[in-house]
């Protein structure tokens, strides 16, 4: 069964704006810690950022600081991801996950469950 499913990726012009949204099957993953990680063709698979379960941390990659705002909705079940100022090097595939701890993780390896990915693609 698929635990988490993302929505939300599409094409965009450089500059522009997409929010992702990432919804759990299962009401347990409130109480996990979530993390977005993005692959673009050719590349690994590189965090993005993460959220502890109640919101109140989060941490971000170097290339998305400051443009990049991950939130979560507990009540919904949601977390989300704003993704501001985009550039063509965003583009790649982005993936929701989430170990089953309420903790931010140090490794991707400690994410547990994963989404199939939504496309975001930023046109220049």
């Known amino acids: 069964q698929v635990q988490l499913v993302e929505s939300g990726g599409g094409l965009v012009q450089t500059g522009g704006s997409l929010r992702l949204s990432c919804a759990a099957s299962e009401r347990t993953f409130s109480n996990y810690a979530r993390g977005w990680f993005r692959q673009a063709p050719g590349k690994e698979r590189e965090f993005v950022a993460s959220?502890?379960?109640?919101?109140?941390?989060?941490y971000y990659a170097e290339a998305v600081k400051g443009r990049f705002t991950i939130a979560r909705d507990n009540a919904r079940n949601t977390v989300s991801l704003q993704m501001n100022r985009l550039s063509p090097e965003d583009t790649a595939v982005y993936f929701c996950?989430?170990?089953?701890?309420?903790?931010?993780?140090?490794?991707?390896?400690?994410?547990?469950?994963w989404g199939q990915g939504t496309q975001v693609t930023v046109s220049s």
């Open positions: 996950a989430a170990p089953h701890v309420s903790y931010i993780p140090e490794y991707t390896h400690d994410y547990i469950s």
């Open positions: 959220i502890n379960w109640s919101g109140e941390r989060t």
